[in-house]
């Protein structure tokens, strides 16, 4: 079943079986982690260690 074979059935249903849909794809919604950014200093200072401590590693996968 295609995606737009989902939403046509989606869209056939009652309000009520609607309205469970809505809440299993907010339910959906709210167990994916929001995504962080690190701020600049802690992404340098992490990326230093990193690339300090596989600099072999490293040179290996940018060649």
Same mark, same amino acid.
């Given at each position: =079943?295609?995606?737009?074979? %989902? @939403?046509d059935? @989606? +869209? #056939?249903l009652?309000?009520a079986?609607? *309205? +469970? %849909?809505?809440?299993?794809v907010h339910?959906?919604? *709210?167990?994916s982690a929001p995504v962080?950014q690190? !701020?600049?200093?802690?992404?340098n !200072?992490? #990326?230093g260690w990193v690339?300090g !401590?596989?600099a072999?590693? =490293?040179? +290996?996968?940018s060649?």
């Amino acid at each position: =079943m295609t995606a737009y074979e %989902v @939403i046509d059935q @989606i +869209k #056939a249903l009652p309000l009520a079986g609607r *309205a +469970k %849909v809505l809440d299993f794809v907010h339910e959906l919604d *709210a167990r994916s982690a929001p995504v962080r950014q690190a !701020e600049d200093r802690a992404f340098n !200072e992490s #990326a230093g260690w990193v690339f300090g !401590e596989h600099a072999d590693l =490293m040179r +290996k996968l940018s060649q």
